[in-house]
C-alpha cells in the first residue's frame, strides 16, 4: 500500500542501481512539503524504502543503503518539523512584499505566491489551477484538481473528498491581480493554467519551490515553502472564523486535524474565559454593594 499510495509514481520510477542519496532527500522534501504527510507517516514510509534498499543492497545494485539516516539529515538540515507549521511573522510578510516589488528578477513569482498567501492553497492545488475554476462575481475559487510534484504534466484529484471545494478570495489585491493577470494585451484567458509557462503548461512544483528558497536567502527569510498555508490558516483563526470554515478551506477532512495544527492560533480563550468570570464576579460585586446600600 505504502509503495503504491507514495512511492511508484515518484521515486519509484528512477532506477534503483542509480539512486542517490540527495534523490531519496528530494523524496521526502516532496512528500513533506507536497502531499503534507504528517511525520509519522513519513517515519512509516523510509521504514519500507530502507527495506527494500537493503535488499538492493544485497543483490548488488548498491553498495550500502543511501537512504542511511536520509530523514535524519533532513530533518536537521532544514529543521523541518519545528519549521512545518510557523507562519510569516508581520515583518517577514513586509520583508516578501518589499522585496518582490524591487526585486526585477523574482517579481513574476508574486502572483502565485501571494494566492497560496491569501487562500491557503497547497502548492499542487495552485499549480493545478485554471481559469476555469475562478468565479470573480462569487470572489471564489474551485479546487478540484491538484498538480503532482514531478516534472511532468500529471494531475490527481485533491487528497480526500474534502480537498474538493469553494474557498473564497479574501483579498481585493489578490482578485485585481488575478484580474490583471487574466488580460494580456488584447486576450482574455478564460480557460487553461492560471500559472504557467510560455508554452501553457502547468508550472513545476520544484522550480517554484526553487525560487522560494532564493527568495527567504536574499530577504532573509527562514519559512518552507508550506509558510503560506500555515499564514492563512494563522490569519483566519485569529479573525475569530470558525475552526469548522477555516478547516473547510484548507481542505482538511477532519476539522480536529485543523485544531490539533492550528489551534494555538486561536485567539483570547483563555483571555475569554478570564473575562467572563471577571463579569461575573463585577456583577455579584455590584448586585452584594446594592443590597448593601439598600439596608
Not at 542509480?18 to 521504514?47: F, G, M, P, Q, W
Not at 520583508?95 to 502572483?111: A, G, N, T
Not at 475554476?133 to 475559487?141: A, L, S, V
Not at 494555538?264 to 480563550?269: L, S
Request: charged share 25%; net charge positive.
Amino acid at each position: 500500500y505504502m509503495y503504491e499510495q507514495f512511492a511508484r509514481d515518484d521515486i519509484g520510477q528512477l532506477k534503483i542501481g542509480t539512486l542517490k542519496r540527495s534523490d531519496i532527500r528530494r523524496y521526502y522534501n516532496r512528500l513533506i512539503d507536497e502531499r503534507n504527510l504528517k511525520i509519522a507517516t513519513v517515519d512509516n514510509i523510509h521504514t519500507v524504502l530502507h527495506q527494500i534498499i537493503d535488499l538492493a543492497v544485497e543483490d548488488g545494485y548498491l553498495r550500502t543503503n543511501i537512504s542511511d539516516n536520509a530523514l535524519k539529515e533532513l530533518k536537521q538540515t532544514r529543521n523541518l518539523f519545528t519549521e512545518k507549521r510557523m507562519a510569516l511573522t508581520v515583518p517577514e510578510q513586509e520583508l516578501f512584499v518589499e522585496f518582490l516589488s524591487k526585486s526585477p528578477m523574482y517579481q513574476h513569482w508574486f502572483p502565485i505566491f501571494s494566492l497560496m498567501l491569501g487562500t491557503g492553497l497547497r502548492v499542487g492545488e495552485a499549480t493545478g489551477l485554471r481559469w476555469e475554476d475562478i468565479d470573480f462575481d462569487k470572489r471564489e475559487i474551485c479546487i478540484q484538481r491538484a498538480k503532482d510534484s514531478g516534472t511532468g504534466q500529471v494531475f490527481h484529484d485533491p487528497k480526500t473528498k474534502a480537498g474538493i471545494r469553494h474557498i473564497p478570495i479574501v483579498y481585493d489585491a489578490c482578485i485585481e491581480r488575478l484580474k490583471a493577470m487574466q488580460t494580456s494585451g488584447k486576450i482574455t484567458y478564460i480557460n487553461g493554467f492560471v500559472f504557467c509557462t510560455e508554452s501553457g503548461k502547468a508550472l513545476n512544483y520544484g522550480n517554484i519551490r526553487r525560487a522560494w528558497v532564493k527568495i527567504c536567502e536574499l530577504a532573509g527569510i527562514n519559512k518552507n515553502i508550506h509558510t503560506f498555508r500555515h499564514t492563512f490558516a494563522t490569519a483566519a483563526l485569529t479573525k475569530d472564523i470558525p475552526i469548522l470554515e477555516v478547516s473547510r478551506c484548507l481542505g482538511h477532512a477532519d476539522a480536529n486535524t485543523t485544531l490539533k495544527m492550528y489551534g494555538h492560533a486561536m485567539p483570547g480563550f483563555n483571555r475569554h474565559i478570564i473575562d467572563l468570570f471577571q463579569k461575573k464576579k463585577t456583577k455579584s460585586a455590584t448586585k452584594t454593594a446594592t443590597i448593601k446600600q439598600q439596608s
